[in-house]
Each structure stands twice: as C-alpha cells, then as structure tokens.
C-alpha cells in the first residue's frame, strides 16, 4: 500500500507501477518530497523488483533454480534482502505499532499516526474476503494475475497484509529523484537534428529515443514506459529514408 508523509493512503487509481506522472503531481502536492510503501515478505519476495539486470541475477543469469526459488521461496532476490536487511529507508518489524515507530524514525517529525495507518489496512484487507470487494488496488491484482506470468513472478496473491503468516511487516521511505530525462535532440519529420537556431545540421540524424525519446515525443508527455519500440523503428525508418533521398 502507497501512503503519503503523513499516513494517507493515495487515491486510485495512484498505485505501484500505474499513473507515475499522477502520482509525482499527488505526493508533491502534500508538501512534502518523500511518501511511503508498506508491504510484506510475501509481497516482496515477489513484486519488489530493482531496476539493472545486476539486481535480477535469476533472470539475467538465466539460473531456473534461482528462478524457482523467486516463484516458490520465501525470500526475495539477493539484491533485494540486501536491500531489505541494509537500506537506511528500509524498517522491518513482527507487528504495525513497532513499524510505525521505526517509519516515524526516519522522518524529523513523527508525521505518522498508528490508529490512522492502522484503518487503512484494516480497511483494505476486510476487502480481501470477498472477491466482489470495491479495493481497486485488490480488484488490479486479480485482474494481473489472470496472466501467468504476472501470477507465477511478478504479483503476490491476493492476501492480508497484516496476516502474521505473510511477515515480517516492511515499511520503505521513497524519496523523489531524477533517474533520467525522456529528452534527446531536437529534430525535424525528416529525422534531422536541428541545431540552436532550429536549422538541420547537415549530415547528422537521430532515431531511437536519442530522437526526442522514442521517436519524437509521438507517444506524448505521458507515454508508457515500454511502449517506445515502436517509435525507435518508426523514427528510424525516417531517418534512413532520408539520407537515401
């Protein structure tokens, strides 16, 4: 569950890995430049994925038995427990009042409230006994593990989050950076990179995401990240097309 710096949970359809752009507006707009995950072990072990193929060694080492482990074991990827165990954003605790106050510890004021962080959960997970339930969150991972890959590696399943059996409880400070602009060089329909004044250099072009990320901005301010292949080829395309004439 995502919560802002002072325990409210964000609104739908701000989740993990859905509105980013949404979600950066919302927290920013609370005041504050950091919000919070609380999750599990079960959870964790399963969705907590890092980014760089360094962080992944059963995929990107092709290791089936260490695979098997990501889909049958109780422990997240190495990198992750490292992550878990290390990480100076990182709390793990047995019970939600000790997790509060370990996530409260890390902030210059203590902005969380137990009773509050406490309804939200409750709420949520009274929602996880019925498959009719209104969690939006809950209904998005049912929906995710219809797809087997998602259900085998990538999505827990459905459960409470305060269930002991599914601990320890984990509560993880994120903080607001910049890992890399959706930016490249200016260019014209022809593939050519414009200069300063916006006159065409001549013999220089651009495709890929070099050319105004994943093919001059053609799938918008809000384009979904894995969606740029198409406008790698297409950019490339016109490019190539006009250095041949």
């Known amino acids: 569950m995502w919560f802002d710096a002072t325990g409210c949970r964000l609104p739908a359809p701000l989740f993990p890995g859905f509105d980013t752009m949404g979600t950066l507006e919302h927290i920013l707009a609370t005041g504050y430049d950091y919000s919070w995950f609380i999750l599990n072990q079960k959870i964790i072990r399963k969705e907590f994925a890092l980014s760089g193929s360094e962080q992944n060694p059963d995929l990107t080492n092709k290791d089936w038995r260490m695979l098997l482990g990501r889909v049958f074991g109780q422990k997240a990827p190495g990198p992750v427990e490292a992550f878990k165990a290390h990480g100076e954003d990182f709390v793990v605790r047995d019970n939600l009042g000790d997790l509060v106050d370990g996530m409260n510890a890390l902030t210059p004021a203590p902005l969380l409230r137990f009773e509050a962080i406490l309804g939200e959960i409750s709420a949520r997970d009274r929602e996880v006994d019925n498959k009719f339930g209104k969690d939006m969150q809950v209904n998005a991972i049912r929906v995710a593990r219809n797809y087997l890959g998602d259900k ?41 990179v414009l200069n300063a004044s916006g006159q065409p250099i001549p013999g220089l072009y651009a495709a890929g995401e070099v ?35």
């Open 211 to 245: 050319a105004g990320f994943g093919g001059g901005g053609m799938h918008g301010y809000s384009a979904l990240e894995g969606s740029f292949l198409g406008g790698c080829l297409f950019s490339g395309r016109t490019a190539g097309r006009a250095v041949l004439g």
């Open 152 to 192: 085998l590696i990538r999505t827990a399943p459905v459960h409470k989050l305060l269930d002991p059996a599914a601990g320890p409880l984990i509560g993880v400070k994120l903080h607001i950076l910049t890992r890399k602009t959706l930016g490249g060089l200016e260019t014209n329909l022809s593939g050519q």
